[in-house]
């Protein structure tokens, strides 16, 4: 977003603006002074200061009194019916997975620095594996979260992992940064990750990442280790690539 760029045919250029403000914020850690969104956009000062005025009289910025400008909090309400969206446009590809494999099936998201369920399909089997929507777990010990870090720089991976600890749920949770770097590597060059009881015995999950989404987000099948066989997670990893495909076009 630069001064000197064309806007689309059809928009409205200073809805793009602030709209390409509050993505440079939040991409920030969410404050940010005025001459740095003025470096980070392109834009001159005066047209920042009217953009950030009006995103404060609204409500989506607040100026803190340091002087730098903070995400507001209205922004919540928008954060919490798109993630409700999230979940109508997931749980069709969710339960085409669960007809065709027998197991439950999940989409996560990577929300600082913790994963959150959005929306799961439970499997049809008396004994199956049970997420609870909105439940938050930290990403080392979980199949989704792996996916998703799989994509990310290693230093950035080795950061996170610093600040939430590595918290040994069971006995084969990954519980050193070393051997969590070989897991992403792995799950970097396969296309998918998978949790062998890490997060909770007896539990076997196969993830995927949806490549090109708004958010970081994964999805995922999982159920009791028995009937998560290799057999089963051979058949699992190419219907949660083609499903993860199928939910980005329809997120775009």
């Known amino acids: 977003m630069t001064e000197t760029s064309k806007p689309r045919t059809g928009s409205v250029q200073s809805i793009e603006r602030a709209f390409g403000l509050l993505e440079t914020m939040a ?3 969410g404050m940010m002074g005025l001459s740095q969104l003025a470096t980070a956009s392109g834009l001159p000062l005066p047209t920042i200061h009217r953009l950030v005025r ?3 009289d609204l409500g989506y910025v607040r100026q803190e009194p340091s002087r730098q400008y903070v995400l507001g909090p209205k922004l919540i ?3 919490e019916s798109s993630s409700h969206m999230l979940s109508v446009f997931a749980r069709p590809h969710l339960a085409r997975l669960v007809d065709e494999l027998g197991e ?3 989409m996560a998201m990577l929300d600082g620095d913790q994963i959150v369920y959005l929306a799961q399909v439970p ?3 008396s004994m199956r594996m049970f997420t609870e929507v909105g439940r938050r777990v930290l990403p080392h010990c979980t199949a989704v979260g792996k996916a ?5 720089p290693e230093g950035a991976v080795r950061e996170l992992l610093a600040r939430t600890g590595m918290p040994q749920h069971t006995e084969n949770t990954i519980s050193t940064p070393d051997a969590f770097a070989s897991q992403l590597h792995q799950a970097a060059q396969s296309g998918y990750a ?3 009881g890490e997060q909770e015995l007896g539990v076997r999950c196969v993830a995927v990442a949806v490549p090109d989404a708004p958010t970081p987000l994964a999805i995922s099948v999982s159920g009791p280790a028995p009937r998560m066989t290799e057999a089963l997670v051979d058949r699992a990893v190419p219907l949660l690539t083609q499903a993860a495909e199928a939910l980005s076009n329809d997120l775009r």
């Open 123 to 125: 499997s049809r089997h």
């Open 194 to 196: 998978t949790d062998e």
């Open 27 to 29: 991409d920030a850690g």
């Open 148 to 152: 998703i870090l799989a994509q990310y």
């Open 104 to 106: 439950s099936a999940n």
């Open 54 to 56: 009006t995103l404060v």
């Open 77 to 79: 309400r928008l954060g």
